[in-house]
């Protein structure tokens, strides 16, 4: 099993930055697929971005928003920039294992002018 927690969430201005981390315990994560989801007020949980071999974002975030991951470390980041009121949510880190997925209990971010 995979335990996953979320930190550095908080209230920041439109404009500011914010990062995110998502340490693991129970299982080493460098060999699995690491994503970033968030779920707004009153919406669905989308996507944000992932972490393998590679990285990929979403359109609304790319520029923005960069995924990394710390394999010494057991953690994976999400750097948030110029962040924008409609990124206000709460942010989930998930690991994609062969066992099946694993969620943490999320972040959350609001962005307040």
């Known amino acids: 099993q995979v335990q996953l927690v979320e930190s550095g969430g908080g209230l920041v201005q439109p404009g500011g930055s914010l990062r995110l981390s998502c340490a693991a315990s129970g299982s080493v994560i460098s060999t699995y697929i690491m994503r970033w989801y968030r779920e707004p007020p009153g919406q669905s949980r989308g996507w944000v971005a992932s972490i393998g071999s590679g990285t990929s974002h979403a359109d609304s975030v790319k520029g923005r928003f960069t995924v990394s991951r710390n394999s010494a470390k057991n953690t994976v980041s999400l750097q948030m920039s110029s962040l924008k009121p409609e990124n206000t949510a709460v942010y989930y880190c998930?690991?994609?294992?062969?066992?099946?997925?694993?969620w943490g209990e999320g972040t959350q971010v609001i962005v307040y002018s």
């Open positions: 998930n690991a994609g294992t062969p066992a099946g997925d694993y």
